[in-house]
DNA sequence: GCCCTACCTCTAAC
DNA sequence: AGTTAGAGGTAGG
């Protein structure tokens, strides 16, 4: 039996960190929860954290933890109340936020985000994971988890996927996105498009870039610039969005695009990337539990 | 420009 | 249990 690999940990300070909200409502694909304990990799290295009082508990595998990498991941320093309380004073946002009370953005690795989000197209939330799992698995460099949980593998790198044939990744389930994801990984390799220059482009620029790879559409790139990139003035409209604008916003009759694209743009400033998941999450929750459903009990 | 459809594969809902 | 619609879209007509 090889020896049970060595932990570093590290307490960080954050209040309302809502793990659950954060972690499994469809920003990130990676995470997997037992005991309220989440476990992950994010850039190379082996997570689990936790809730503690006053806090978040940070553990990892890794030799010599970039930690701040960890905490940028997960913006522990970000004032959400703040944020939240610049949302506008309306009773659909006031419900947005207080039955997700603690719900985070993260600030992902570019590639990885870029390319799960090329893989989101007509997907549920679940078959996402399981491919990039698959990925992952197959592709990935494998490294250190703690005993009891499954084997962790790093998210494979651009130059990786580029050499993969078409087929190659087809095989990993994801169907008529395999030469999206192939083109965008070898125009990257190629450096034919810089990741990190475009998040020191301003927006509508690093949106139009991003709307240069394969498989990437407004919706998409708004994705990354918001997940990934930090951009608030990024608002992803998806058919959840869309509707949640359309039901609470225009009482059900649909405006078209251009009105309801300005509505999004405009609204929910300053904090629009912020106020997008908590009505993503939101207009979720009503059509799978039920307007009545009220359910504030996250664990804080 | 705007609308339409094809595209892979899997899940959830009959 | 088998069948089918629909799924965090995009590209090309």
Redesign the pocket.
């Known amino acids: 039996m090889p020896p049970e690999p060595r932990t570093r940990s590290k307490h960080f300070e954050a209040k309302f960190y809502n793990l659950r909200a954060t972690l499994d409502?469809?920003?990130a694909f990676r995470w997997l929860e037992h005991n309220d304990t989440w476990t992950g990799v994010i850039h190379g290295q082996w997570i689990q954290i936790s809730n503690r009082q006053s806090g978040i508990l940070v553990e990892t595998t890794a030799s010599s933890p970039k930690w701040d990498l960890i905490a940028g991941y997960f913006r522990f320093t970000e004032d959400i109340e703040s944020i939240t309380k610049a949302f506008p004073d309306d009773e659909h946002m006031t419900r947005a936020v207080s039955a997700y009370r603690g719900l985070r953005l993260l600030r992902q690795d570019p590639w990885e985000c870029l390319a799960s989000f090329i893989l989101?197209?007509?997907?549920?939330?679940?078959?996402?994971r399981?491919i990039i799992s698959k990925i992952a698995k197959h592709h990935g460099e494998e490294i250190p988890s703690l005993p009891g949980h499954d084997p962790a593998f790093t998210f494979p790198g651009p130059e990786t996927l580029a050499k993969l044939s078409e087929n190659a990744l087809?095989e990993l389930?994801?169907?008529?996105?395999a030469?999206?994801l192939r083109q965008t990984a070898q125009t990257i390799a190629a450096g034919k498009i810089s990741l990190s220059e475009i998040g020191k482009l301003p927006y509508p620029k690093a949106k139009a870039l991003l709307?240069q790879?394969?498989?990437?559409?407004?919706?998409?790139?708004d994705?990354v610039l918001l997940f990934a990139y930090g951009k608030q003035q990024a608002f992803?409209i998806?058919?959840?969005?869309k509707r949640a604008i359309n039901e609470l916003y225009f009482a059900g009759q649909k405006p078209?695009?251009?009105t309801l694209e300005n509505f999004a743009q405009t609204y929910f400033q300053p904090n629009s990337g912020y106020a997008?998941?908590y009505l993503?999450h939101y207009i979720r929750m009503m059509h799978?539990k039920g307007p009545q459903s009220n359910s504030p009990s996250s664990n804080l």
């Open positions: 409502c469809g920003q989101s197209s007509t997907k549920q939330i679940r078959h996402i399981q087809r389930g994801m169907g008529y996105r030469p999206y709307q790879f394969a498989g990437v559409g407004p919706k998409i790139a994705c992803p998806d058919v959840w969005v078209n695009k251009g997008q998941q993503f799978t």
